[in-house]
């Protein structure tokens, strides 16, 4: 008898560990398709945006040591600039950028990049800029809705990008 108890009590707290679960997914996946953003949505979103900056610097690292491996530097190369929004008329601009991100991860007192983040131009959702490099680099965040399959269902999500990235002189820099 104690033992069929047990089971029922551990079927429930199952139960209602797995219900728990699917209710905090649903609404992580609600937030990238809703219609109107809270301000919750906005932090999570600039976070996102934060992480994108750092995986350029980590990803351009990535490259850099494979430079005997052209295969993986190819997928690495490839993957780059799907962080970035652009029109293709951009690509000298991002060349540049991606240019100093290996500049500034080559010189011998580099370490992890930190950002601070400045007051955004109108139309943005935020903007970074690097704080601990020479030059400074400076990027806006935008959130754009695009179109993502999933499987055989295509779906428009919310979707954050670096856009407008800047290489910032001395004086120029915030």
């Known amino acids: 008898m104690i033992k069929i108890k047990a089971i029922l009590v551990c079927i429930l707290i ?6 728990k679960s699917q209710s905090s997914y649903t609404r992580l996946e609600k937030r990238f398709n809703k219609s109107v953003l809270s301000a919750q949505d906005s932090l999570a979103f600039k976070k996102q945006g934060l992480q994108k900056a750092q995986q350029l610097f980590y990803q351009t ?33 991002f060349n540049a950028v991606m240019e100093e991100v290996r500049q500034i991860q080559a010189q011998p007192n580099f370490e992890q990049t930190e950002f601070s983040w400045l007051q955004p131009p109108k139309g943005k959702l935020a903007r970074l800029q690097t704080t601990n490099t020479k030059p400074a680099l400076q990027f806006d965040l935008i959130l754009i809705k695009e179109q993502k399959k999933f499987g055989d269902l295509e ?20």
């Open 14 to 19: 199952f139960n209602y560990c797995t219900a």
């Open 61 to 93: 690292n990535l490259y850099l040591q494979n430079s005997q491996n052209l295969s993986n530097q190819a997928y690495i190369a490839q993957r780059i600039p799907q962080l970035f929004y652009k029109a293709e008329e951009d690509t000298a601009q």
């Open 155 to 174: 779906e428009a999500v919310w979707q954050v990008f670096l856009t407008n990235p800047q290489i910032l002189k001395p004086k120029e820099a915030n």
